[in-house]
């Protein structure tokens, strides 16, 4: 059976972003396993915030009321075995679109029977020096409230980079990222199959 992910990445820097990059090295460990990864740039996008309109439970298809370019993402992450988001750290959070995403995937999942039930979760969060915990913490409220298993590491998810290229330099940071990747296709196999 082929197992699919996809990877959101909530960085506004669009290609050789650190957030990428740390996600990169947990998608060649999910390749390895056969696992195909699909990343999806969300960071650059404009996304409008959840307006708790109602709007998804009225539809019962699995798409948010406004149209931004969200449903079509969100139709790839129905299909999908697993969820990867991953952000930068701006002031002790995540990023304004990661935001957004977060709250608008949510309220459409469970508001269309728990559309997020089972998939495997699994965050990533890059800071400079400070404040990646709330990020890392802040997307896997997501994954707690949707009823799905968490992917973990040897530490918390989380990379120390600023410039660009400088998630290389984070020696510890690559490894944590290695034993995510492990860690969630192990998960996917096992909880999928």
């Known amino acids: 059976m082929a197992y699919k992910v996809i990877a959101i990445n909530g960085s506004p820097r669009i290609g050789a972003s650190n957030t990428r990059r740390a996600m990169d090295i947990v998608s060649e460990q999910l390749a390895a396993q056969g ?8 960071g650059n996008m404009r ?6 309109c109602g709007g998804c439970q009225k539809r019962k298809d699995g798409h948010c009321a406004y149209d931004d370019g969200l449903n079509v993402i969100l139709d790839k992450i129905w299909e999908a075995d697993g969820l990867l988001i991953g952000s930068p750290t701006y002031y002790g959070g995540m990023t304004a679109q990661t935001k957004a ?7 459409v999942s469970g508001a269309n029977g728990h559309l997020l039930k089972g998939k495997i979760g699994a965050a990533v969060a890059i800071h400079r020096r400070a404040g990646a915990n709330t990020t890392y913490a802040g ?7 949707s009823e799905m298993p968490i992917a973990t590491s040897s530490y918390w998810n989380m990379g120390v980079a600023r410039d660009l290229g400088t998630m290389d ?9 290695t034993t995510l990747g492990q860690n969630m296709a192990e998960m996917i196999q096992k909880l999928r199959a």
């Open 101 to 107: 995403f977060i709250d608008r995937c949510g309220y």
């Open 139 to 145: 997307i896997q409220y997501l994954f707690g409230i």
């Open 35 to 42: 696992i195909q990864v699909e990343h999806i740039q969300i």
């Open 47 to 52: 996304l409008w915030g959840c307006q708790a």
């Open 169 to 177: 330099q984070d020696a510890e940071g690559i490894q944590i990222f």
